[in-house]
């Protein structure tokens, strides 16, 4: 795909991320309809197809899921240099795509997070600021074990996919009660993927 | 000065900001979809950089924050030991490596042949992964021991947050307000009462 980009698209696209970085509470993968509706739908500045990779290759690799926003920004880039690599001009085109991308989801949130963080620390001995710690604990726990429920629901959940469940139940009781490596575990899950096994 | 906030002597620092970029690095590498229950197991059970307690605040705090979770986990961490570098410092470590394989791996997958058995091997991860994650829940339990909110309130929060979440799937930012804000203004009220016996 290529498309061109003037420098106002360019700002336009940090803009996007800037903005969308302070609604990301509970992080950058909500607010990925966003994301889709101003790159694809709006500007159709990507294809539908390398929105998609772009976010299951980065919830496939190593590393924080937000990587996928980095990928996307690359995408753009690409599509700018007619949407292949090659030559040194085409590299630029993405790598600055990546850093307009990333840049824009990282920074206002990372400032409120050192402003915030700041302000907790010395107001730790506030009674408001003790009882927002301990009120949100049991939440927080709470939180974890929906999360790996809902990422096992979402491999499957019809009956056929019981494997699946007794696998991530298994790696859970491991992980809580040994201290096998975690890798050990994952290379296990990929294995017994590979092979048609769950 | 709240128990939890103070670092007790058997709990050591990072020594340098190499340390730290490296500790990162290693541990975003073993972060297949996702990488909270790598840094439970590392950072809390192997180096003991923060006892459970600092875990769990930190955690609540990054969530409830905009950003990346655990982008804002770790600036926080950072942050602790060596101040704003320190927290860019972790940023560096837990974004360049991963960033690399994930530019490599869009390149590679143009050309791949296997991308079914890839995309079974990669479902096999993934429950793993969840598994990892409430094991990391699970092992946070023994924290809520030195709660203000008496136990059994505790496990009835950790189901209520549970069913909301999983069950109801109702958006994570109302259950932070709505469920987080009710036991937060519970442990100020007890918190209060503990403060006026101690006095009196």
């Known amino acids: 795909m290529s498309i061109t980009l003037t420098p106002s698209d360019w700002l336009a696209l940090l803009g996007q991320f800037l903005t969308l970085s302070l609604l990301a509470v509970g992080g950058a993968i909500t607010t990925v309809p966003d994301m889709h509706r101003f790159l694809v739908d709006e500007r159709h500045w990507l294809l539908d197809n390398q929105f998609n990779a772009s976010i299951a290759l980065a919830q496939a690799a190593p590393g924080p899921n937000v990587l996928f926003v980095a990928l996307l920004g690359w995408n753009v880039g690409l599509n700018a240099a007619g949407g292949a690599l090659s030559g040194a001009a085409t590299w630029i085109s993405a790598a600055l795509g990546m850093l307009i991308t990333l840049a824009g989801i990282l920074l206002p949130s990372t400032t409120l997070t050192f402003v915030a963080t700041r302000w907790a620390h010395q107001n730790r001995d506030r009674r408001a600021v003790r009882a927002f710690k301990q009120g949100m604990a049991p939440i927080v726990i709470g939180l974890l074990l929906a999360t790996g429920w809902v990422l096992t629901t979402n491999l499957g959940t019809s009956l056929q996919h019981w494997p699946l469940w007794l696998l991530a139940a298994v790696s859970a009781v491991v992980v809580w009660r040994t201290k096998v490596h975690l890798l050990w575990l994952l290379g296990a899950g990929g294995l017994l993927g590979w092979f048609g096994w769950v | ?200």
């Open chain 2, 1 to 200: 000065m709240s128990q939890a906030s103070a670092t007790p002597p058997d709990h050591p620092q990072p020594q340098s900001l190499n340390e730290l970029f490296w500790a990162f690095t290693w541990l975003a590498l073993q972060g297949f979809g996702g990488v909270l229950a790598v840094v439970q197991r590392e950072l809390v059970d192997k180096k003991r950089w923060l006892t459970r307690e600092q875990f769990i605040e930190d955690w609540a705090v990054a969530q409830v924050l905009p950003g990346p979770n655990v982008v804002n986990l770790c600036l926080m961490i950072g942050d602790r030991s060596f101040g704003v570098r320190g927290g860019l410092t972790a940023l560096a470590g837990m974004l360049t490596f991963p960033l690399l394989i994930v530019l490599v791996l869009a390149y590679l997958a143009l050309g791949s042949s296997h991308t079914g058995q890839l995309q079974d091997a990669l479902r096999g991860m993934g429950a793993v992964a969840a598994g990892m994650i409430v094991a990391t829940g699970l092992k946070l339990l023994p924290a809520l021991k030195k709660n203000v909110i008496p136990a059994l309130a505790c496990t009835g929060m950790i189901a209520i947050t549970f069913v909301a979440i999983a069950i109801l799937r109702l958006p994570l930012i109302w259950v932070l307000l709505v469920l987080g804000g009710l036991t937060s203004v519970w442990a100020h009220r007890l918190l209060a009462r503990a403060e006026e016996e101690r006095t009196a």
